[in-house]
């Protein structure tokens, strides 16, 4: 304690205790992802050597072959499917919600949790169970039940920005001789452009990454990037190519991370 | 003829009362009835299923089966999803505070690793339980470094406590759990760890005195949805779990892919019993919310 004491009166916020803390945060968030980082560059690598005996692109020739890129295809194509539903709608409830519109808010914001709570498998098998009866194809079911479960955050997100902006100012536009579509389309919707983004985003990323509900409704038949991650990683001795269809589906979506950023960073620099 | 309501047209003349031409109700309908119609029907196919009454063939007969006739796997799936939920949930607030703090006490200069949590919550949980079978396997990357042989190795995937499950699981959740209590309290941080420091508090009670109490009503909401989603998650414990016993959503789905089809009601009852159990913890956080949220306020 004494030493971490003695670093904070030396400069209030470069104690050196959290130097090590910082490290150490670090390493817990990116140590578990370093064996997929290596394999995906190592053609052999058997236990218990450190390094590869053969670097190469093996991996990524067999996740190719392997449909890597229509199953990328395929989580792009879900991931926008669930985006472009649930975000309107998440925006509608959020402005309800944000702009206290409701009468009794206290339903609506607890049915919207819900899908949080509920475990996904359990509603999925049940649809998969609806689907045989109803004829409903699977797809279309598993792009329902993927917006129901990104919901959530698309309403809760535009809850927050519907509530940091002024109901006014649509009224002001509307005083201003604005139709109602208008008014929302030219005042209200640029205000709340970067929660829309977010939402967006987070809806996507439901549908992208998701694994159990593409699995369950529709029988498998939708091979997705996480669903060929799944059965590859169930087999073994092709840790490369795991490797290589993890970086795939993980990549595009660090990058975009730090676009955003970036474009965050530019934002506020502006500001 | 006159337009219906043309009578109290007087009354209603549109004004600038309201700001919206929607009242909120129409505004909050498709998502409302969307999650109610998705989760209502398919929990009623399932519990239906789980009761026999929605056999794949045959006629629909109301038995307990589902959840008797193998009653002490299903007790047993129900333990292991406890044990792994409460594990994780623990670790990942644990870790995932620890996380906060570090992020909340970041220079200027250090905005890379906040960017590194939010990655790690981007990861697919597919991905990080294939990751973390590499790492923790005998033939991982962690026993390499450490130059112990497969052998000498302790049994961390497949073995007979879920760790490379529980480790997944805080691991990325941890990440989640930070980002929640950064967005929670970072607004009013400084200015109350400043406030501390001028009142003579040193790192550690600024941690513990300040930050924790400040960081509890957050932290206790994102514990709730890794508790719950934990007890649902499929694909972390079917990659690095072992085959007996397991947690319920990996026998639902085994029973579910079942040839044999009496074995559909007890897959639907251990769907049931996972949802039950997540609504059931949801239920006891939302009676102790009030509470602890009583306490928090008193920091302040």
Not at chain 1, 110 to 128: E, R, T, Y
Not at chain 2, 90 to 118: D, H, S
Not at chain 2, 165 to 193: I, P, Q
Request: glycine share 10%; net charge positive; proline share 8%.
């Amino acid at each position: 304690m004494s030493a971490v004491d003695g670093g904070a009166r030396r400069r209030r916020t470069g104690r050196p205790a959290v130097h090590a803390l910082d490290v150490a945060v670090l390493a817990w968030l990116v140590v578990p992802v370093l064996p997929l980082l290596v394999w995906g560059a190592a053609s052999r690598w058997s236990a218990p050597a450190v390094l590869p005996q053969d670097w190469g692109w093996d991996g990524w020739r067999s996740a190719y072959d392997g449909g890597l890129v229509p199953a990328l295809a395929r989580s792009t194509v879900l991931g926008l499917a669930v985006a472009a539903v649930a975000t309107p709608l998440g925006a509608m409830a959020g402005r309800a919600l944000g702009w206290r519109e409701l009468r009794h808010p206290a339903p609506v914001a607890l049915v919207l949790l819900a899908p949080v709570v509920l475990p996904p498998f359990s509603v999925a098998m049940g649809l998969d169970v609806l689907l045989l009866r109803t004829g409903l194809p699977g797809p279309v079911a598993v792009v329902l039940l993927l917006v129901v479960l990104a919901l959530p955050y698309t309403s809760y997100t535009m809850r927050a920005a519907y509530a940091g902006i002024d109901p006014e100012l649509e009224e002001q536009a509307r005083t201003l001789g604005a139709t109602p579509r208008q008014a929302r389309r030219r005042a209200t919707l640029p205000a709340v452009r970067l929660g829309l983004l977010t939402a967006a985003g987070l809806a996507f990323l439901v549908g992208w990454s998701d694994y159990v509900v593409t699995l369950l409704v529709g029988g498998g038949r939708l091979v997705t990037a996480p669903v060929l991650v799944g059965a590859t990683a169930a087999g073994s001795g092709n840790e490369a190519a795991v490797a290589a269809l993890s970086i795939s589906s993980v990549l595009p979506l660090v990058l975009a991370l730090v676009a955003g950023a970036a474009l965050q960073r530019r934002r506020e620099e502006r500001a | 003829m006159a337009p219906r309501g043309a009578g109290i047209g007087v009354v209603t003349r549109p004004g600038p009362q309201r700001p919206t031409a929607l009242p909120g109700r129409r505004q909050a309908a498709p998502a409302v009835v969307l999650v109610v119609a998705v989760t209502g029907s398919g929990l009623a196919a399932v519990v239906a299923t789980s009761l026999g009454l929605m056999p794949l063939v045959g006629r629909p007969r109301l038995t307990t089966d589902g959840y008797t006739a193998g009653s002490a796997d299903l007790l047993l799936a129900v333990r292991e999803s406890l044990v792994i939920a409460t594990a994780s949930t623990v670790l990942a607030a644990g870790l995932g505070l620890l996380v906060a703090g570090v992020l909340l006490g970041l220079r200027p200069g250090r905005g890379p690793l906040r960017l590194v949590a939010v990655a790690v919550v981007a990861v697919p949980h597919v991905v990080g339980a294939a990751s973390v079978g590499l790492l923790l396997s005998g033939a991982g990357l962690l026993p390499r470094l450490l130059g112990i042989s497969p052998g000498d190795w302790p049994e961390l995937v497949g073995g007979s406590w879920p760790v490379a499950t529980v480790v997944e699981l805080a691991w990325k959740e941890s990440a989640f759990v930070a980002l929640v209590v950064v967005a929670a309290t970072a607004r009013r941080h400084r200015a109350l760890t400043e406030t501390a420091a001028v009142l003579g508090a040193g790192p550690w009670h600024r941690w513990t005195r300040v930050f924790v109490p400040t960081a509890v009503p957050a932290l206790a909401a994102a514990s709730l949805i890794v508790f719950v989603y934990s007890v649902g998650t499929y694909e972390v414990p079917w990659l690095l779990g072992r085959a007996h016993p397991e947690p319920l959503p990996v026998m639902a789905y085994r029973l579910f892919g079942s040839i044999d089809l009496a074995a559909r009601p007890a897959a639907a009852a251990a769907a049931t019993t996972g949802a039950l159990v997540a609504v059931l913890a949801a239920v006891l956080a939302l009676v102790a919310a009030p509470a602890m949220r009583r306490r928090a306020g008193a920091v302040e």
